[in-house]
């Protein structure tokens, strides 16, 4: 049921290059899920889809407190993107905390990716 939720409100940007997934409170809650329980899974999905280069799940951990998930094919590096946030993780694999309001984060973390897309020749 969360996938399920989490795959209709998924948003994609530059051409489909970037798809992210928001995870609010109101959703883990309604799928009777707690902090405790594992996301791992549900972090790759956007990756997934075809076409998209980097993939960034964003989940509500407090009122305006969120953890990115970013995962990536390979041309991005997902731990440099994430230490410009104070993240780190691996080349295809990172993560980080942010503060804001949801529509805020995740328009920070499209921008930041956009900018790494165009330096890398990847969107005209």
């Known amino acids: 049921m969360l ?3 989490l795959l209709q409100d998924i948003g994609f940007y530059c051409d489909g290059k970037i798809a992210v997934a928001v995870l609010t409170t109101e959703m883990i809650n309604a799928a009777q899920l707690s902090e405790n329980d594992d996301f791992g ?3 790759s999905i956007p990756r997934q ?3 998209v280069e980097v993939g960034i799940t964003i989940r509500q951990k ?3 407190h969120f953890k ?3 995962r990536t094919s390979g041309l991005v590096d997902a731990s440099e993107l994430c230490k410009r946030f104070g993240g780190g993780g691996h080349p295809r694999a990172a993560g980080c905390e ?3 309001e949801a529509q805020t984060v995740r328009q ?3 921008d930041v990716v956009t900018e790494i897309l165009h330096s890398k020749g990847l969107l005209e």
């Open 3 to 5: 996938e399920q939720q």
């Open 41 to 43: 899974g549900i972090s």
């Open 49 to 51: 889809i075809e076409g």
């Open 62 to 64: 407090g009122e305006n």
């Open 68 to 70: 990115a998930s970013v």
């Open 98 to 100: 942010l503060d804001g």
């Open 108 to 110: 920070l973390m499209v």
